[in-house]
């Protein structure tokens, strides 16, 4: 399938296990995966395609510009060729994984043709229920992958209306290393109040949030979801820069 042209209202689907996943990904690699399983049908497919994306294309989602651009996409999907990450079960089980199976530079053709993994077809496919879709419209435009991954979380459970992550789960769910924003206040600032404004900006989402306290020390957050009046089509030209 040759990807020539992002519509703001594909739609993405996955499973509620796969959304719950725990992975490391930049903005960039989350916005390459995010594509790729825009274009899947979970209703009419019965196995992946290839797909097939122009270089000009990659360029704009990842943000490349300028001289040697073909070994910096080389780069970044080695990088991410190399991104396993585990999927937990409800019996109990687990499959660790990667997103890519493969990946093909044509270069007569200015593409570069992505191989999603076999193993990932029970998450994106065939779904009947237990899972969350979205707009590609509502994640393209955040320039944080922080941002990106608490909207995904939390909007699994719009329906609720609330979810609640110990300040461990989520910074496990996000793959924030513990040395990174260590001091409570600096993870607030930096990846909680930051995505809360860019979901209210950007998103169909919105969220207000209220800290659990033990012994005075923050140890989690609840979070309320709500609805956000938006524009409609918000434009997807603007798909490159990270904070």
């Known amino acids: 399938m040759n990807i020539k042209k992002i519509s703001p209202n594909s739609t993405i689907y996955k499973s509620n296990s796969l959304m719950s996943s725990i992975f490391d990904l930049t903005l960039q690699e989350q916005r390459i995966v995010l594509i790729l399983i825009s274009m899947v049908n979970p209703k009419q497919d019965q196995e992946f395609q290839l797909y097939k994306m122009p270089v000009e294309m990659f360029k704009r989602i990842v943000g490349l510009e300028g001289e040697g651009y073909y070994s910096k996409m080389e780069a970044i999907i080695s990088k991410l060729m190399r991104r396993a990450f585990k999927i937990d079960d409800p019996d109990g089980g687990w499959l660790i994984l ?6 093909e530079y044509k270069k007569g053709e200015g593409a570069i043709e992505l191989e999603i993994s076999a193993k990932l077809k029970p998450y994106l496919i065939d779904l009947k229920s237990h899972y ?3 707009r590609l419209k509502n994640i393209l435009p955040l320039r944080s992958g922080y ?10 459970y719009e329906p609720i ?10 910074r496990q769910l996000m ?10 206040n600096n993870f607030k600032r930096k990846v909680i109040l930051h995505a809360q404004k860019e979901l209210l900006e950007k998103t169909d989402i919105c969220f207000d949030f209220k800290e659990k306290k033990r012994a005075r020390r923050v140890v989690g957050i609840m979070f309320f979801i709500r609805r956000n009046a938006q524009e409609e089509d918000k434009t997807i030209d603007m798909i490159a820069g990270d904070d």
């Open 147 to 156: 941002s990106l991954r608490i909207y995904e979380l939390l909007k699994q």
């Open 175 to 184: 793959e924030i290393p513990n040395d990174e924003y260590a001091i409570y």
């Open 161 to 170: 209306g609330e979810r609640y992550l110990s300040l461990e789960e989520l």
């Open 132 to 134: 969350t879709s979205y």
């Open 98 to 103: 990667n997103w890519l199976s493969s990946c």
